[in-house]
């Protein structure tokens, strides 16, 4: 079976699920009670079992942060719009460049560092963690589990995560099996308004900025209209791989409304939320640059660069994203980019060797030179050095 294949059998199964059959008819669920485990015997119980198998292979998982201050600071956010649920949440901070977080109905919870990238404050971040919070305490999982529960798409999800969970899986499983989950995890837009709403509410009862949430999703929009490409720039923005948290012009002017329409950022704050990604701002943009969407991951790049910070790690990722573009034009943009960089105190070493390198593509052999030398006198253990020794004597003096 083709990746393709695949893939559109997980799409097909998500749309079977949203299809198959009317919603069942039930009364607004409460808040759910906390520190409370359901029957294993109950539906809510088999939906916590496959909450379980998720957990567990995300633990396993190569992508988690370790950074014990980043982890403290995303917990203490959390705990502060969740107050309730704080002593059964389990916090796992993942690095995946996809803009995600969300909160399975076991407690467990993932944010991934491309929302940590994109949120200017930790203000935008509380409001992002109080939406996902607020599915997992109005139980919106469990809504949509008991929607689908008798069509094929749950029996596959309750296939596909016992093969899993017996050692059965496989590459083509795990994707079935992740685009199914992705169907129970799509909510409708009544549940993502009601997280909207009573996630600002969480927010600002916490002490955050009423206008965050519409200034981080107003971001995201502009994001995706400077894709490279058309068909992410006409759809609308979202906030996952999964497309399950689909983010509208009229949610955002919904959050302007209850703000006041404020989304100004306060400079203040946004300092202090960047001190605290700053160990993590390089690794978080080379993984992004790997999406291949190097328009987006400029406009990142150019939004954080307002606060003036960072200089030389942002010029060099800006430099990269230009490189490895490789459109018209884009080799010139690189080479500027790359002298924007080595003028900064924070540089990466390796701007000065891809400096090297553009400045000799554009035939500036002098340029090239100095940066070369200079990358081998600031990196005398480089691996590549033999390369960078072998790229300096073409630009040697004749």
Known sequence: MTLRRILTAAAAAALLASTAQPALAQAQPKLREAQIRPA?????GGLWDMSDQMENHVKASAEVNKDPQLNAFVKTVLCKV????????????????ELNASAAPNGYVDVNSGLLLRAATEDELAFVLAHEVTH??????LERYRQTKQTATAGMILGMGLGIATGGGSLVSDLVYLGAIASLMSYNREQEGEADTLGYGRATKAGYAKGAGAAMWSDVI?????????????????????????????????????????TARDVAAEKKYRAVIRPHLAAWLKDDLRRRDYGQSLYVID???????????LEFYRGEAYRQRRSEG??????????????SADVPVAAWRE???????????????QAFQTYLDRAPQAQDRWIVESSLKTVQES
């Open 40 to 44: 294993v015997s109950s539906v809510e």
């Open 222 to 262: 502009a994001e995706t209209r400077s894709s490279d490409f058309p068909k992410t720039r006409n759809s609308e923005a979202r906030a996952s791989i999964f497309r399950t948290h689909p983010i509208t012009a009229e949610r955002v002017a919904a959050l302007q409304a209850m703000g006041g329409g404020d």
């Open 82 to 97: 969740a107050t309730e649920y704080c002593g059964e949440m389990r916090l796992y901070v993942l690095d995946r460049p």
């Open 136 to 141: 997992f305490a109005r139980s919106h999982t």
């Open 303 to 313: 939004r954080l660069s307002k606060l003036g910070e960072d200089m030389g790690v």
């Open 355 to 369: 400096l090297g390198e553009a400045a000799r593509k554009a035939g500036d052999k002098a340029a090239a030179r």
């Open 330 to 343: 884009d080799g010139a943009k690189a080479l500027e980019a790359y002298k924007r960089a080595v003028a």
